[in-house]
């Protein structure tokens, strides 16, 4: 005996969807066994609710299709960038290695070619000991001879005020710097010292300085400065043109 | 992407609200696609095979949560992967575990997680026919109540219905519509004469 549709069909949807308690689901089937009725229902009913899921299925394949789309479009996306990224940095480090490397070589031939030129000057004669200033004088001129520079600076601070003012004492002073590394003050000294008309060592003052300025990489000054000696008609002359040829 | 655990992806893959069950997806196609494409390619596999097997291993386990299968406390990716092995195993004709090592996933029944999305002849006739003469209020309300298992109050919410009554009348006509489709069919026809 079948029951009013609107409840028998919701029987049979009950059983199809697995809503049913234990005893409710038996008592079902017992009803099923015997009522040919009710089967063809419930045989076109899950037929019916078979479609409706298949439907669903397709329209989760959609959606899992656009997630995909999706997931694999940012994927992509982050990809792409972290290539442009990646190519950015390579050519980045390039870019640095490059100056790196030009400045390394510039800085290599600038210092060599400071190396290659500076040497302390040997002529300088600070006198005999036949006066009280000569005496002064020696005794500072020999921690020149002996290459005791530092010592030499701290002896020359000592020295009478007229005796600063030497021209040797003032060219070994900035020769002194040199050595110890002092180019700026070094730069100082000859500067003063080469635009002085009546200064003995203005040729080795300008030589000197020039030298100083490419030590420092102002390669303009020091160029100015090996012109003018190239000029000359002096031991520097041949010196400076050399240099400036291996400047370039 | 941020972890979520299993009983979240769980709550959200069951929300009656399309964003969080969207959001659960998305999150776990996300996580679990490498894993099931290592293990397709390693066997066999190609590419489009991963897609396929990937795409309907996560509609069955939709399906499974939907319809109140999986444990809350199950490990969600773990469980993911054994469908996809296991659907891959079958399609390879041999047993899960002459692919990969055991897991306490053997247990899944094959007919539970046998997903059929690629229709031909009468089979695909009948639903384009049910697709055009439902409607897209039918079709939505069928969906809702046998596919995604909604209780007739979360469907009278989410459509916007008056009371529950407004929907049952709306049903009970989709399913005679659906009915008269699927009598008219010859897919139905043939299945009467098959037995």
């Known amino acids: 005996m079948m029951m009013d549709e609107t409840a028998e069909s919701k029987l049979i949807d009950d059983y199809i969807m697995n809503r049913l308690n234990k005893d409710q689901r038996?008592?079902?089937?017992?009803?099923?066994?015997?009522?040919?009725?009710?089967?063809?229902?419930?045989?076109?009913?899950?037929?019916?609710?078979?479609?409706?899921?298949?439907?669903?299925n397709l329209q989760l394949k959609d959606k899992i299709l656009n997630i995909q789309k999706n997931v694999e479009g940012k994927e992509k996306h982050i990809a792409k960038r972290r290539n442009i990224r990646y190519f950015i940095s390579i050519a980045a480090a390039m870019v640095v290695l490059f100056i790196g490397f030009q400045w390394f070589n510039t800085t290599q031939s600038v210092s060599n070619l400071y190396a290659n030129n500076y040497e302390a000057y040997d002529q300088l004669r600070f006198g005999n000991r036949s006066t009280q200033e000569d005496k002064t004088l020696l005794d500072v001129g020999a921690l020149y001879q002996k290459g005791n520079y530092a010592e030499m600076l701290k002896a020359i601070e000592s020295l009478a005020p007229n005796e600063k003012e030497d021209d040797r004492i003032i060219l070994a002073s900035a020769?002194?710097?040199?050595?110890?590394e002092h180019y700026k003050k070094a730069i100082g000294i000859l500067k003063q010292a080469s635009v002085q008309n009546e200064f003995f060592y203005q040729d080795q003052a300008k030589w000197y300085l020039a030298l100083n300025y490419l030590k420092l990489d102002q390669i303009e000054k020091s160029n100015k400065l090996l012109q003018d000696l190239?000029?000359?008609?002096n031991f520097y002359s041949k010196k400076a043109k050399d240099l400036l040829e291996d400047i370039k | 992407m941020e972890k979520r655990s299993?009983?979240?992806?769980?709550?959200?893959l069951k929300s009656i609200e399309e964003k969080e069950v969207?959001?659960?997806?998305?999150?776990?196609?996300?996580?679990?696609?490498?894993?099931?494409?290592r293990f397709i390619l390693r066997n066999k596999?190609?590419?489009?095979?991963v897609d396929d097997f990937f795409h309907d291993g996560l509609i069955a386990f939709y399906n499974l949560v939907k319809q109140d299968k999986i444990n809350p406390d199950t490990n969600?990716?773990?469980?993911?992967?054994?469908?996809?092995?296991?659907?891959?195993?079958k399609k390879l004709m041999k047993k899960p575990n002459d692919l990969e090592l055991n897991d306490s996933f053997n247990v899944i029944k094959t007919e539970e997680i046998q997903i059929d999305t690629i229709l031909k002849g009468e089979r695909k006739n009948l639903i384009e026919?049910?697709?055009?003469?439902?409607?897209?209020?039918?079709?939505?309300?069928?969906?809702?109540?046998?596919?995604e298992q909604l209780k007739m109050k979360e469907i009278v919410q989410k459509m916007h219905y008056a009371n529950d009554q407004v929907l049952r009348n709306k049903k009970s006509k989709c399913m005679k519509s659906l009915r008269q489709v699927v009598l008219d069919s010859t897919f139905y026809k043939n299945q009467l004469t098959q037995k």
């Not at chain 2, 299993?6 to 959200?12: L, W």
């Not at chain 2, 055009?132 to 596919?147: R, S």
Request: include cysteine; charge should be neutral; proline fraction near 1%.
């Open chain 2, 22 to 37: 969207d959001s659960a997806l998305t999150y776990l196609y996300t996580v679990s696609k490498k894993t099931v494409s």
């Open chain 2, 129 to 147: 026919q049910i697709l055009k003469d439902l409607g897209k209020e039918c079709e939505k309300i069928l969906l809702l109540f046998y596919y």
């Open chain 2, 45 to 49: 596999g190609n590419q489009q095979d």
């Open chain 1, 175 to 180: 020769i002194c710097h040199m050595e110890l």
């Open chain 2, 6 to 12: 299993d009983k979240v992806i769980i709550k959200q």
């Open chain 1, 26 to 56: 038996k008592s079902f089937e017992v009803r099923l066994d015997q009522d040919p009725a009710l089967q063809e229902a419930l045989q076109i009913r899950q037929i019916m609710i078979e479609q409706v899921k298949t439907i669903g």
């Open chain 1, 230 to 233: 190239s000029k000359t008609s």
């Open chain 2, 76 to 89: 969600v990716e773990a469980y993911l992967y054994s469908i996809c092995r296991n659907m891959w195993a």
